[in-house]
């Protein structure tokens, strides 16, 4: 059986920001949005990723706000989702901040990463990017993945960077990077992807540093 992307991610991603950051597995993702085609890159990419968006899927049924929980912590912020979603524990990394569905195929992860865990290359400034660049080159370079697409977007309201990666379980990742304050928030949820598109909406507008749940959004 596959080990779960969003676990391996989670704890090489700092070191895999040190090492691109050291000039090593240089990369470029190109992103399409609705507005003129902007770029996730590298401080000196190589290679392009093919132009390709990353819209959730038509036939996807949305998940309604009444059918959700609130979930979430101070240090990654709080988000809403399905009711009979639980914690997904691991003894191994007991702070990583994790749910999943009752069947834990679709897992939802919360992070934030701040300036001082990472290196950054000169003159490179840091935000979302500077993440997403990174974490483009520990996907790009997974042998486990058939699909990989960087899109720029708007998550909880703030520019965000989208990595829209698929694998050969069959299994789909939307990694989702924005800077809120001085830290860059993850919000990653691997699973299926009508799973994940049917859940989009609610994770995009319900995430915040409120604990409080959402009114309306």
């Known amino acids: 059986m596959m080990k779960n992307k969003i676990l391996l991610s989670s704890v090489t991603l700092l070191s895999a920001l040190i090492v691109a950051a050291c000039g090593n597995g240089e990369k470029k993702s190109t992103e399409t949005t609705a507005a003129p085609t902007t770029e996730v890159t590298t401080a000196t990419p190589t290679t392009t990723a093919p132009t390709t968006t990353a819209?959730?899927?038509s036939d996807a049924k949305e998940v309604s706000l009444g059918d959700t929980q609130r979930i979430g912590r101070e240090d990654?912020?709080?988000i809403n989702?399905?009711?009979d979603w639980i914690v997904y524990s691991s003894s191994k990394y007991p702070d990583l901040f994790r749910y999943s569905s009752p069947d834990k195929y679709n897992i939802l992860l919360l992070k934030s990463f701040s300036k001082e865990q990472f290196k950054l290359n000169d003159g490179e400034p840091w935000g979302a990017k500077a993440v997403a660049d990174r974490m483009y080159v520990r996907w790009k370079d997974d042998k486990q993945q058939t699909s990989l697409e960087g899109v720029k977007t708007k998550f909880a309201g703030e520019e965000a960077y989208l990595l829209k990666v698929t694998f050969t379980d069959g299994k789909?990742?939307?990694d989702w990077f924005f800077l809120k304050g001085d830290l860059v928030y993850r919000v990653a949820i691997e699973g299926s992807e009508e799973t994940i598109n049917s859940l989009r909406p609610?994770?995009?507008?319900?995430w915040s540093l409120d604990p409080k749940f959402?009114?309306?959004?």
């Open 55 to 57: 819209s959730a899927s």
């Open 76 to 78: 990654v912020g709080y």
């Open 81 to 83: 989702v399905p009711k």
């Open 172 to 174: 789909t990742l939307y």
């Open 202 to 206: 609610i994770l995009q507008n319900t």
């Open 214 to 217: 959402p009114r309306q959004y």
